[in-house]
């Protein structure tokens, strides 16, 4: 009962943590509900998180981050018509925000829907929210549905990389260096190497500690380059450095998606998922990815 309540004390330390900089500009009540609200989640009172939540959209309407977390909260709840109507608005307000419309497909697969049923409620046609499709369908190995959105994005460096890794995956997948895709890969010429500029700014930044500047740097070069697992890595790792470990789980953890072969890259972000689910209290977790640094898996 000791180490449960510890651990559900450590969590509600690095969920305030983790929405200091977003409540800063609320009132007290809002961030007290929001806080509060976070913190029912965080133990399953599912019913007493949306109240709270509720609360926090009477107090700010427009607010897109408590229409995601409502979204989250009835989704884990399992009201999934409700889960639906906040994941589109968070959508709508947000429509570039990656978390957002992986969320809303996770709302609409459990219905055994679609992101195609509701393409008129949604700004579908955002080239940043195709992006982010392409790369949700690429994660869960749906290649054609990838690649049918990769279509219509004509002398794209990001459709040729992400369909370069599509090969790359289908041919792991199948052992065979037959090439079954019909979306050819050119390579592309580049005068200059913006994706090492981007690399080595991160790790002079990083040899620094400069977690806050690092934050912001490396998420702009995953705003950039959506399939660098290294960014993914440097973005969580900025977040565990400035206390935004729950945010640094999901992050680190969509790394995982796009390694094939780095031992040393992978095992730096298990480093990296240890100490945010440490940090999180959440034990099980943190020592399953210590584990596998460990055995090298």
Same mark, same amino acid.
């Given at each position: ?12 330390? $690095? ?35 949306? *109240? ?44 570039? $925000? ?36 392409? #790369?949700?369908?690429? &994660? ?19 459709? +040729? ?6 090969? $790359? ?9 037959? +090439? ?7 390579? *592309? &010429? ?11 700014? #991160?790790?002079?930044?990083?040899? &620094? ?9 490396? &998420?702009?070069?995953? $705003? ?12 969580? =790792? ?20 796009? #390694? ?24 099980? =977790? ?12």
């Amino acid at each position: 009962m000791i180490q449960k309540t510890y651990a559900q004390e450590e969590e509600k330390i $690095d969920v305030e943590q983790s929405a200091e900089v977003f409540l800063e500009e609320y009132t007290d009540e809002f961030q007290e509900n929001f806080f509060e609200a976070l913190k029912q989640k965080g133990i399953q009172n599912y019913d007493r998180a949306i *109240s709270l939540f509720l609360e926090c959209k009477h107090l700010e309407p427009t607010n897109s981050v408590v229409d995601y977390e409502l979204a989250k909260v009835n989704f884990l709840d399992k009201q999934y018509i409700r889960a639906q109507q906040y994941a589109v608005e968070a959508l709508n307000a947000q429509p570039t $925000d990656y978390w957002h419309l992986e969320l809303l497909l996770n709302i609409l697969e459990k219905q055994g829907s679609n992101v195609n049923t509701i393409k008129q409620n949604i700004p579908f046609l955002n080239n940043k929210l195709q992006e982010n499709l392409a #790369i949700i369908y690429f &994660k869960r190995k749906k290649y054609k549905d990838a690649l049918k959105v990769l279509e219509d994005f004509e002398n794209s460096q990001f459709a +040729t990389d992400l369909a370069q890794k599509i090969s $790359d995956s289908i041919q792991k997948r199948t052992k065979t260096q037959t +090439t079954v895709l019909s979306h050819e890969v050119k390579p *592309s &010429k580049k005068e200059d190497d913006p994706l090492l500029h981007y690399k080595l700014k #991160i790790e002079a930044l990083l040899e &620094k500690r400069d977690y806050k500047q690092m934050e912001q740097v490396s &998420k702009e070069a995953l $705003d950039s380059y959506p399939l660098q697992p290294y960014f993914y890595f440097a973005y969580g =790792k900025a977040l565990n450095g400035v206390s935004k470990s729950l945010k640094a789980t999901e992050v680190l953890e969509s790394a995982l998606d796009y #390694i094939l072969d780095d031992t040393d890259l992978t095992n730096k972000i298990y480093i990296e998922l240890s100490k945010a689910y440490t940090a999180i209290g959440n034990t099980s =977790k943190a020592n399953e990815y210590s584990n596998k640094i460990k055995s090298g898996l």
